[in-house]
């Protein structure tokens, strides 16, 4: 292949890159891949696979799917007890790809609860220095390397003081052991990270990666929770003990699943997720699935495009009188100019930035250069 050469095309959407954000120019794949089920050490309510079914599924999304590995792996920090990122650490090793990855994990929540020869575990949690110092020695010997991609505060435990956080995180940054972050939520059913989480990364150049985008498994099929039923597998408790769906959460299924035959795909799932990655330019939604077949059936979300009137009627099912709340009510989103600016000339809009939509960027025309 020659210094000038366009590189191939990829043999599925995940391939296409994407610059993470206006403030970090690491180019990565639109979808990351949610690590908590990876070992089975607390399967009992987060959802687990075994060595085989883990290997497995990296070994298969990984390596035919995309000739490549620069994507990230998100969310293995206090995952199975550690052992997630033990699995993640040996396999990478035993492949050499380390530096092909982009690594996510996270500190805070106490993970060595459960270890009855640690007795002082408040020095475990919480987002103090100390605690932040254990956790990232930690992940850096379960991970097998000297460097953390990208370290996500987990929640803010309201006792450290902003400024001790900060300080702690420019620290690593500065001893080249990582960047760092903070994970949020929001899914079809669950639309609060509108309200400031969004305008706030638009504002700061900050990408988004929420996390439970299928909301815990409940976006589903009637067919998957009879299958679930009978295998006895059910789905994650981690936060709601009741694994099966709301009648507000079949109702969704049944939008989704017309929606999905509108625009041309077989699963509702890939239509929720490309619903997330049509709120903002830069999200990577953190997306989960113990098989090959959940992978792929995700994936499909980056080849179809939804119109306003799709997004228009999710959120008519899910919540048709969502309040974006003070001060959105009283100035707006920024999407348009406020009538009381409006009403004191007349201005016409910069065009805004708008998500990213695989179908609508045509591809670049490539030139071969024989000479410099």
């Not at 990829?10 to 296409?16: F, Q, S």
């Not at 505060?153 to 001790?164: A, G, N, Q, Y």
């Not at 999407?335 to 600016?341: D, K, N, R, T, Y």
Request: contains cysteine; charged residues 25%.
């Amino acid at each position: 292949m020659g210094l000038f050469d366009p590189a191939p095309e990829p043999k599925t959407a995940l391939g296409r890159y994407r610059k993470f954000s206006p403030a970090a120019g690491v180019h990565l794949f639109p979808l990351a891949l949610g690590a908590m089920s990876i070992e089975d050490k607390r399967g009992e309510f987060m959802g687990a696979m075994g060595q085989e079914q883990s290997r497995t599924l990296l070994n298969d999304i990984f390596v035919p799917c995309m000739d490549c590995f620069d994507r990230p792996i998100d969310g293995i920090g206090d995952s199975q007890d550690e052992t997630s990122e033990e699995f993640v650490g040996e396999w990478a090793e035993e492949r050499g790809i380390r530096d092909q990855l982009f690594i996510v994990t996270k500190y805070t929540t106490n993970y060595k609860r459960l270890d009855p020869a640690i007795t002082q575990k408040v020095n475990y949690t919480g987002n103090n220095v100390k605690s932040m110092h254990i956790f990232v020695e930690a992940s850096l010997k379960n991970l097998r390397t000297s460097y953390i991609d990208l370290l996500y505060v987990h929640w803010r435990d309201r006792e450290t003081s902003i400024e001790e956080v900060m300080q702690g995180l420019h620290t690593l940054v500065l001893q080249g052991k990582g960047i760092s972050g903070t994970p949020a939520w929001s899914n079809v059913m669950e639309r609060s990270f509108e309200r400031d989480i969004i305008p706030m990364a638009l504002s700061e150049g900050v990408a988004l990666c929420p996390w439970t985008v299928l909301a815990g498994g409940k976006i589903r099929t009637d067919e998957e929770g009879e299958r679930r039923r009978t295998t006895g597998e059910k789905g994650r408790t981690l936060l709601n003990p009741n694994w099966e769906r709301s009648e507000k959460e079949k109702n969704m299924h049944y939008k989704l699943q017309h929606i999905a035959t509108e625009v041309g795909t077989k699963g509702i799932t890939s239509v929720a997720i490309a619903y997330l990655m049509e709120k903002t330019p830069y999200v990577s939604p953190l997306v989960g699935g113990r098989s090959v077949e959940h992978w792929l059936a995700n994936i499909e979300a980056l080849t179809i495009t939804l119109s306003s009137d799709h997004i228009k009627s999710i959120e008519a099912a899910t919540d048709p009188e969502f309040d974006m709340g003070f001060p959105t009510t009283l100035v707006g989103t920024g999407s348009e100019i406020i009538p009381l600016m409006a009403s004191a000339a007349t201005i016409d809009e910069n065009p805004p930035l708008r998500p990213f939509n695989l179908l609508a960027a045509a591809p670049l025309e490539r030139t071969k250069y024989s000479s410099l």
